[in-house]
């Protein structure tokens, strides 16, 4: 009867699938390597382009943050010139304003009344006088009334005087009314 030895072979194909397992072990080793490399630089390259948007989104910010920054103050201008116009409108009427108030005055007091004071504070007027006849006072507050500038036009004393002279006898009145300016 022949014998055959197989220790050796089984010996001889462990050795080999041992090879094998360190060969394809080796193998997927690498490819992990190589796997994770090809991943992290990839994932690097998105790092890098995200980081180059993101300072480009900043840089925008600060130009336009800048850009902001001169739109408040043009209308941060803008807004005191407007301020400043209107105090000017606002000056020029007054300084037109009283003119016109003293020019229709002069036009609505009637030939035989004379006004002997006349007060203003802040658009209150008091105006006193004399007149020859109450009719003539009863005139001048008619022609008072048609004035654009006169309102709440009130007569506070009539008081007859008598005078010596040529005249034997004067109306005294005071009125109150108030002024607007811009009328």
Not at 77 to 106: C, F, H, Q, Y
Request: with cysteine.
């Amino acid at each position: 009867m022949v014998r055959i030895n197989l220790i050796p072979v089984r010996q001889g194909k462990k050795r080999e699938l041992g090879r094998q397992q360190l060969v394809l072990f080796a193998l997927v080793l690498i490819i992990g390597v190589a796997g994770n490399y090809l991943w992290t630089s990839h994932v690097e390259e998105d790092v890098g382009s995200q980081k180059q948007t993101v300072n480009k989104i900043q840089h925008e910010i600060t130009a336009l943050d800048a850009a902001i920054g001169e739109v408040n103050s043009i209308t941060k201008e803008k807004k005191d010139l407007e301020d400043k116009l209107k105090v000017l409108d606002t000056l020029k009427k007054k300084r037109i304003g009283p003119v016109k108030v003293m020019d229709s005055l002069a036009q609505v007091v009637p030939a035989h009344v004379w006004l002997t004071d006349m007060t203003e504070k802040g658009g209150a007027v008091s105006l006193a006088g004399l007149g020859m006849t109450n009719d003539d006072v009863a005139e001048f507050m008619r022609e008072l009334k048609r004035s654009p500038y006169f309102k709440n036009i009130v007569l506070k004393k009539v008081q007859t005087q008598e005078t010596s002279g040529p005249i034997q006898q004067v109306v005294q009145f005071q009125i109150t009314c108030n002024v607007s300016y811009s009328a």
